[in-house]
Nanobody, 115 residues
Framework: QVQLVESGGGLVQPGGSLSLSCAASGFTFSSYAMTWYRQGPGKERELVAQISVTGDSTKYEDSVKGRFTISRDNAKNTVYLQMSGLKPEDTAVYYC????????WGQGTQVTVSS
Protein backbone atom coordinates (compact mmCIF):
# COMPACT_ATOMS: atom_id res chain seq x y z
CA GLN A 1 0.00 0.00 0.00
CA VAL A 2 1.47 3.31 -1.11
CA GLN A 3 1.63 5.88 1.67
CA LEU A 4 2.91 9.44 1.90
CA VAL A 5 2.88 10.86 5.42
CA GLU A 6 3.73 14.52 5.85
CA SER A 7 4.78 16.01 9.18
CA GLY A 8 6.53 18.98 10.74
CA GLY A 9 4.02 21.74 10.19
CA GLY A 10 2.93 24.21 12.84
CA LEU A 11 2.45 27.82 13.78
CA VAL A 12 5.43 30.10 13.23
CA GLN A 13 5.99 33.83 13.28
CA PRO A 14 6.92 35.71 10.12
CA GLY A 15 10.61 35.29 9.43
CA GLY A 16 10.71 31.97 11.21
CA SER A 17 11.68 28.51 10.00
CA LEU A 18 10.13 25.07 9.77
CA SER A 19 11.32 21.74 8.47
CA LEU A 20 8.79 19.41 6.86
CA SER A 21 9.25 15.69 6.32
CA CYS A 22 7.43 13.21 4.11
CA ALA A 23 7.83 9.52 4.86
CA ALA A 24 7.11 7.32 1.87
CA SER A 25 6.32 3.63 1.79
CA GLY A 26 4.82 0.98 -0.47
CA PHE A 27 6.78 1.92 -3.61
CA THR A 28 10.35 2.21 -4.85
CA PHE A 29 11.03 5.68 -3.50
CA SER A 30 14.42 6.00 -5.17
CA SER A 31 12.83 5.62 -8.60
CA TYR A 32 10.60 8.68 -8.34
CA ALA A 33 11.30 12.36 -8.55
CA MET A 34 9.52 13.92 -5.61
CA THR A 35 7.61 17.14 -5.12
CA TRP A 36 6.16 19.39 -2.47
CA TYR A 37 2.86 21.12 -3.19
CA ARG A 38 0.84 23.52 -1.09
CA GLN A 39 -2.74 24.70 -0.97
CA GLY A 40 -3.48 27.97 0.76
CA PRO A 41 -6.89 29.13 1.99
CA GLY A 42 -9.17 29.67 -1.00
CA LYS A 43 -6.39 28.85 -3.43
CA GLU A 44 -5.60 26.03 -5.83
CA ARG A 45 -2.89 23.53 -5.02
CA GLU A 46 0.45 24.71 -6.41
CA LEU A 47 3.84 23.12 -6.98
CA VAL A 48 6.43 24.50 -4.58
CA ALA A 49 9.53 22.40 -5.20
CA GLN A 50 10.71 19.25 -6.88
CA ILE A 51 13.80 17.06 -6.65
CA SER A 52 15.26 14.46 -8.99
CA VAL A 53 15.59 10.79 -8.10
CA THR A 54 19.21 11.22 -7.07
CA GLY A 55 18.73 14.61 -5.45
CA ASP A 56 21.21 16.40 -7.68
CA SER A 57 18.61 18.53 -9.43
CA THR A 58 16.02 20.75 -7.80
CA LYS A 59 13.47 23.31 -8.97
CA TYR A 60 11.46 25.88 -7.03
CA GLU A 61 8.44 28.07 -7.49
CA ASP A 62 9.63 31.65 -7.87
CA SER A 63 8.16 32.95 -4.61
CA VAL A 64 10.10 30.44 -2.49
CA LYS A 65 13.47 30.54 -4.25
CA GLY A 66 16.25 31.31 -1.80
CA ARG A 67 13.99 30.56 1.19
CA PHE A 68 13.01 26.90 0.76
CA THR A 69 15.27 23.89 0.23
CA ILE A 70 14.06 20.47 -0.88
CA SER A 71 16.18 17.42 -0.16
CA ARG A 72 15.77 13.66 0.06
CA ASP A 73 17.27 10.64 1.77
CA ASN A 74 16.71 7.56 -0.36
CA ALA A 75 17.99 5.30 2.42
CA LYS A 76 15.20 6.58 4.68
CA ASN A 77 12.53 6.91 1.96
CA THR A 78 12.00 10.48 3.04
CA VAL A 79 11.80 13.86 1.33
CA TYR A 80 12.26 17.10 3.24
CA LEU A 81 11.37 20.74 2.81
CA GLN A 82 13.39 23.20 4.84
CA MET A 83 11.62 26.55 4.98
CA SER A 84 13.09 29.78 6.25
CA GLY A 85 12.14 33.43 6.03
CA LEU A 86 8.52 32.38 6.23
CA LYS A 87 5.84 34.86 5.21
CA PRO A 88 2.10 34.96 5.95
CA GLU A 89 1.48 34.06 2.30
CA ASP A 90 3.27 30.75 2.88
CA THR A 91 0.35 29.70 5.06
CA ALA A 92 -1.04 26.52 3.52
CA VAL A 93 -1.39 22.79 3.81
CA TYR A 94 1.76 21.23 2.41
CA TYR A 95 1.72 17.90 0.58
CA CYS A 96 4.39 15.69 -0.92
CA UNK A 97 3.92 13.51 -3.97
CA UNK A 98 5.90 11.51 -6.48
CA UNK A 99 5.95 12.58 -10.13
CA UNK A 100 3.96 9.94 -11.97
CA UNK A 101 3.04 8.11 -8.78
CA UNK A 102 -0.46 6.68 -9.13
CA UNK A 103 -1.80 7.44 -5.68
CA UNK A 104 -3.97 10.08 -4.09
CA TRP A 105 -2.79 12.88 -1.84
CA GLY A 106 -1.80 12.33 1.77
CA GLN A 107 -3.31 14.27 4.64
CA GLY A 108 -0.75 17.05 4.35
CA THR A 109 0.70 19.14 7.14
CA GLN A 110 -0.59 22.59 8.07
CA VAL A 111 1.83 25.51 8.07
CA THR A 112 0.54 28.75 9.54
CA VAL A 113 2.66 31.89 9.46
CA SER A 114 1.25 34.54 11.73
CA SER A 115 2.26 36.95 14.45
Amino acid sequence: QVQLVESGGGLVQPGGSLSLSCAASGFTFSSYAMTWYRQGPGKERELVAQISVTGDSTKYEDSVKGRFTISRDNAKNTVYLQMSGLKPEDTAVYYCHGIGLAVGWGQGTQVTVSS
